[in-house]
């Protein structure tokens, strides 16, 4: 919406505002055309000084000469001239958008606090490293002799298979099948957490 011509004064330069605002109570939409022609720069000059952003502006002048054609009956001259009641009208409009959009915008930052993931500090996930350490010892502990030694000497001091077997003495599918079966145990322990 482009403001097409601006209002000077009150109704004093527009004596005929008065007349168009009745007539437009009454229905008559050309009465409000004209109105608007004549007091639309005005309207869309207060919501932009307001808001400061040109769509809200234009947004805020449609809600306002909606509530205009509405409320025209409602209008007093007793309490000031129609140009003053109408920018009172926009003006009223403009704040309230300002507050729904700072409303809208803090909405919208709290929801990203509430859900954004917090990262572990330091001390939680030394804490669980330990909890987690402290479980597979147990698990360990509770595995035969023969697989713990398979276990440890494949995975914590890195020798192949070959290497175990030959190093225990142990026949390769024997040794195969203790970490397998280890394995299993221990798998099946930490899971459950047990302790």
């Excluded at 403001?3 to 009150?10: E, Y």
């Excluded at 004596?15 to 055309?33: E, H, V």
């Excluded at 959009?101 to 030394?126: D, F, I």
Aim: with cysteine; net charge neutral; aromatic share 6%.
């Amino acid at each position: 919406m482009h403001p097409n011509q601006a209002v000077d004064g009150g109704d004093r330069s527009q004596p005929d505002l008065p007349r168009l605002l009745a007539a437009s109570a009454a229905g008559d939409q050309a009465s409000f055309a004209r109105l608007y022609d004549l007091t639309n720069a005005r309207v869309y000059g207060l919501a932009l000084r307001v808001l400061k952003d040109r769509s809200h502006a234009e947004e805020v002048v449609q809600e306002s000469y909606l509530r205009y054609w509405q409320q025209a009956d409602q209008y007093s001259a007793a309490r000031g001239s129609v140009v003053s009641w109408m920018l009172t009208i926009a003006h009223r409009r403009s704040v309230d958008r300002i507050r729904s959009e700072e409303l809208y915008r803090k909405r919208g930052s709290e929801y990203a606090n509430a859900n954004a993931s917090v990262p572990p500090t330091p001390v939680v996930e030394l804490v669980e490293q330990h909890e987690e350490t402290m479980t597979l010892r147990i698990c360990l502990g509770r595995l035969t002799n023969l697989q713990r030694e398979g276990i440890e000497l494949s995975y914590f001091d890195g020798m192949t298979y070959p290497e175990v077997a030959a190093h225990t003495s142990t026949p390769l599918p024997t040794i195969k099948s203790r970490i397998r079966d280890g394995l299993r145990n221990l798998r099946n322990c930490v899971k459950t957490g047990e302790q």
